[in-house]
């Protein structure tokens, strides 16, 4: 009888641990980790954005121009609400304000930029193992066609993605793995693109998690000239990929703040800069 009981305790432990687990890994942007019918997440990250560099279309570090830089400091909320515990309503709005200069010009915007919206769906969410989902959102631009610097490309986009989440103990702590793969359709002359992202994290104490996270871009069909505008992130046909480290820390039970570092290690096409991030994290 003894035995059955120390199975069942920890049966019951792992359960127990697994489900602090999931209410507090810090999400990707569109985890496999669906909230549950009525609570949600909000997430406000700051993206403090700066490049005087650019990677030109064979993968080289060049100046963006003359004494050329390019600054960007934008602030995005994201929302995750369950309308069931299977679907999600995702919504993203981001807002900043953008500086490009260089020996002959000088532009300075301030406005919304890609708005996103879309539902996920969990296919696979067990106590145990792998979760699974896909995920839909819909983008359109939020700002001025003659808005200088542009936040963006200024065409609508669809995008379709298949996310994956393990939890998994290390050591006496807790980990974590997501992926996330996607295809993104963009009308216009901006190319079709393949997405995909990588995230490893570890509950170091039960209040501070660090994790890490890769970031792939990969534009459809052949290199584009590029357009040269000020905003040396919205080229039409690029490739990027870039990493990112950050550290949480909770201050209560349903609030996190965030501190990160991000750059891009190598491309075609697109900017080379590096962003201090920021980020609250809400649950509720």
């Known amino acids: ?165 393990r939890s998994f103990p290390v050591g006496t702590r807790w980990g974590y793995l997501a992926t996330e793969t996607g295809f993104r359709k963009r009308w216009g002359r901006p190319a079709d693109q393949f997405r995909a992202e990588i995230a490893a994290g570890l509950h170091v104490t039960r209040r501070i998690t660090v994790f890490g996270q890769y970031f792939a871009i990969r534009g459809l069909g052949d290199l584009l000239p590029p357009e040269r505008s000020t905003n040396p992130l919205v080229e039409p046909r690029f490739d990027l990929h870039k990493v990112q480290t950050s550290a949480t820390l909770r201050l209560g039970a349903s609030t996190r703040v965030q501190l990160g570092w991000s750059w891009d290690v190598s491309g075609r096409n697109v900017g080379a800069g590096r962003a201090l991030i920021v980020g609250l994290w809400q649950t509720f």
């Open 1 to 165: 009888m003894t035995i059955y009981k120390q199975v069942a305790r920890r049966f019951f432990f792992r359960i127990w641990m697994i489900s602090i687990l999931a209410a507090l890994v810090p999400r990707c942007h569109g985890s496999a980790w669906s909230p549950k019918k009525g609570h949600g997440l909000i997430l406000w990250q700051t993206y403090s954005y700066r490049t005087t560099e650019r990677f030109d279309s064979d993968g080289r570090r060049e100046p963006l121009g003359p004494q050329a830089s390019f600054r960007s400091t934008v602030l995005q909320s994201w929302l995750e609400a369950g309308i069931t515990d299977r679907w999600t309503l995702v919504v993203v709005a981001p807002v900043g304000r953008l500086q490009y200069r260089d020996l002959w010009t000088s532009e300075r915007s301030f406005a919304l930029g890609d708005l996103q919206a879309g539902v996920r769906y969990r296919l696979r969410g067990s106590e145990q193992g792998w979760q699974v989902a896909v995920q839909t959102l819909g983008k359109a631009p939020g700002y001025s066609a003659h808005a200088r610097p542009r936040p963006g490309n200024g065409q609508a986009d669809w995008e379709g993605s298949l996310l994956l989440g």
